[in-house]
């Protein structure tokens, strides 16, 4: 991708999102804003093939201009002139096709890199250049609305030394798009794990949660938030600088050691283990033959609570800082070798819940064999910790911040559709308010670019429950972003029930997640009115003892039936005092019929649990119907 500079190109400056130096995309068949900065007052051109548009640089040293809609194609070139010059001072190509923006937290950002030992002919495809990723950096801002990036920005196509970078639903959303429409795609990343709602809003939004504002007030005060965050991860650091110190000095010591059936809660494996913190080594032996020796190696160990650094025959392979990372490590050539080989993890347990997550299962894969490591291990304590490890202030994921620092940057880089796929950070105590936060949170993005019908597609929350308590918190999330669709002009929400983890806050499945936002945007943004969707319940009945439960997927017949081919389940009677009963459901046509024979409930629920997954229904086009509460009139 060739870019010129010519003399004079310190008078000028074109944000990095159109491309500079990589080959942007641009959204094809709507005028574009076009922006940068410059010197005051000077007269600043811009040109793509036969569209130009003139601005003159502000007294804030900005400038922006619009330009009519660009056929999709490309590469076309952009080019930028000052002061009535006839040399553009900077020049480059760009594309024009389909862009999304793709926003949230982790189950949005998880990247290829995390998935490629799941979807390997991935990185063996032929490249695509025409399949377009921009990451934006990782900055949060207290004060106000940036415009600017601290870090370098660029686009990369899908090829298998860039793919790593990728969002993972957003690669294979994109891929599809590709395929379908044959026109360049561009996946704009403004994504941050962990994140909540809060700090994807401006203040104007944030107006209507006082409370969420006054608790961000310390942290405006840029040393109080830097001292803040730096003395949080000072603390846990001496936490483990300890750990090391006291494993050192107890080497010689034993402070505990047996067998444990692994994968499994450490407390359930072993009880001496209830409570534990501190370090704790697990070793497995694995026999290989002899064709293994000098191999190279998957090995995958799942999950683990909290932190590891995993050894092969004394040679670390990987390390992993928190439970959240799929343990998935390559073996180099060179360290395996034939009869006996060692494993050592040495695990650190935060927080006196350490596991190796249960249900995951560990294996170590050469080629087509695959050498399973499900079973016993034995362990020996390094080391105890008197107490828990002190947790991280993140700042980062303050009210406000996400949005001056990420949002902002990117505003007005028109788009065809945004991908929202967060909701995890809020099941806690707002997780009613939801909804209500959601809704604004899409009218603030909105109003930031300038498209007032900018489509959004929700991913509903997956399934997951090994760190979570039944408050409610996860169903109350889903039903919000389900409603949204119902309640918000432009919008669809996809369920996901189905591609996730009851053990794993990042279902690796993205794959599933994003062909159903693809039918989604088929239909909403598309307007393929035959596009699949899920059905869902329209209709609610207490007649004569049964209760009759509508549903319908837009076509008249959904035909229901269940993922598992079990009868329903997941079906629950609520009274008036609170109490609740699990029934027996059964299909007939679009209805589930449940038998009422006691007193009269007041509403049904529907897979209203944190990980629902006994007879879960379906379409007979196989998409999976969202969890509802309906009141029984």
């Not at 005060?221 to 965050?229: F, G, K, N, P």
């Not at 007649?543 to 837009?554: N, P």
Request: charged residues 25%.
């Amino acid at each position: 991708m060739m870019t010129t500079m010519n003399e004079g190109q310190d008078t000028v400056t074109l944000s990095p999102l159109f491309g500079e130096g990589g080959g942007g995309v641009l959204q094809s068949g709507d005028p574009l804003r076009i922006w940068g900065t410059g010197r005051p007052c000077s007269q600043v051109r811009i040109t793509i093939t036969d569209r130009s548009a003139d601005a003159v640089v502000g007294d804030d040293g900005a400038w922006v201009v619009q330009l009519g809609p660009l056929e999709p194609g490309g590469p076309y070139r952009l080019e930028v002139r000052v002061d009535g010059g006839d040399e553009p001072v900077i020049a480059h190509d760009v594309y024009a096709g389909e862009v999304f923006i793709c926003a949230g937290q982790s189950n949005m950002e998880y990247q290829m890199e995390f998935l490629r030992w799941r979807y390997p002919s991935e990185y063996t495809r032929e490249p695509d250049p025409l399949l377009r990723h921009c990451k934006v950096p990782v900055r949060f801002d207290f004060h106000g609305p940036r415009r600017d990036f601290d870090e370098p920005v660029r686009w990369v196509g899908a090829a298998p030394d860039t793919l790593d970078e990728f969002t993972g639903v957003g690669y294979f959303f994109g891929r599809m798009v590709r395929a379908w429409l044959g026109v360049p795609v561009g996946l704009l990343n403004i994504t941050l794990g962990g994140s909540p709602i809060e700090s994807w809003m401006d203040e104007e939004t944030l107006a209507a949660w006082p409370k969420a504002l006054a608790d961000l007030e310390p942290y405006r005060d840029d040393e109080v938030a830097r001292t803040r965050s730096e003395q949080s991860i000072a603390a846990m650091n001496r936490w483990y600088e300890d750990l090391r110190v006291r494993e050192a000095e107890s080497r010689s010591e034993d402070l505990g050691h047996g067998t444990l059936e692994l994968p499994a809660f450490l407390k359930d494996a072993d009880p001496r283990l209830t409570g534990f913190r501190g370090v704790i080594h697990l070793r497995r032996t694995v026999t290989l033959p002899a064709y293994a020796a000098g191999q190279s190696a998957a090995l995958h160990l799942g999950a683990m609570v909290d932190s590891d650094e995993t050894f092969v025959n004394g040679v670390k392979v990987g390390q992993s800082e928190h439970q959240y990372l799929s343990r998935d490590y390559m073996v180099p050539e060179g360290v395996l070798k034939a009869g006996c080989n060692e494993i050592d993890v040495r695990l650190v347990v935060e927080h006196g819940t350490g596991r190796v997550t249960p249900g995951k299962h560990m294996h170590l894969d050469m080629g087509d064999d695959s050498y399973n490591l499900d079973g016993t291990w034995t362990y020996a304590i390094g080391a105890c910790a008197d107490t828990d490890c002190p947790g991280e202030d993140f700042v980062r994921w303050k009210p406000l911040g996400l949005y001056n620092g990420m949002t902002a940057t990117c505003a007005g880089y028109t788009a065809r559709a945004a991908l929202w796929y967060q909701g995890e950070s809020n099941t806690g105590d707002v997780a009613d308010d939801y909804g209500r936060m959601l809704t604004a949170m899409i009218g603030c993005w909105r109003r930031a670019w300038g498209q007032e019908r900018l489509p959004f597609l929700i991913v509903q929350l997956p399934v997951f429950s090994i760190d979570g308590v039944e408050d409610g918190g996860w169903p109350l999330v889903r039903k919000h972003q389900w409603e949204a669709s119902g309640l918000i002009e432009d919008v669809a929400t996809v369920v996901a029930l189905d591609a996730g983890n009851w053990n794993d806050l990042h279902p690796w499945n993205k794959s599933v997640v994003a062909d159903r936002l693809f039918a989604a945007a088929q239909r909403l943004v598309y307007g393929k009115d035959d596009a699949p969707r899920s059905p869902e319940s329209i209709d609610v009945r207490l007649a004569d003892g049964r209760l009759t439960i509508t549903f319908d997927d837009g076509t008249g017949d959904c035909g229901l039936d269940t993922l598992d081919g079990a009868d329903p389940g997941e079906f629950e009677l609520v009274w008036e005092d609170g109490s609740r009963q699990a029934v027996p459901a059964s299909i007939d046509g679009n209805t589930v019929v449940i038998a009422v024979p006691w007193r009269r409930p007041t509403a049904v629920r529907y897979a209203w649990r944190n990980a629902p997954n006994r007879g879960l229904l379906c379409g007979s086009n196989g998409l999976p119907v969202p969890p509802f509460a309906e009141p029984i009139a």
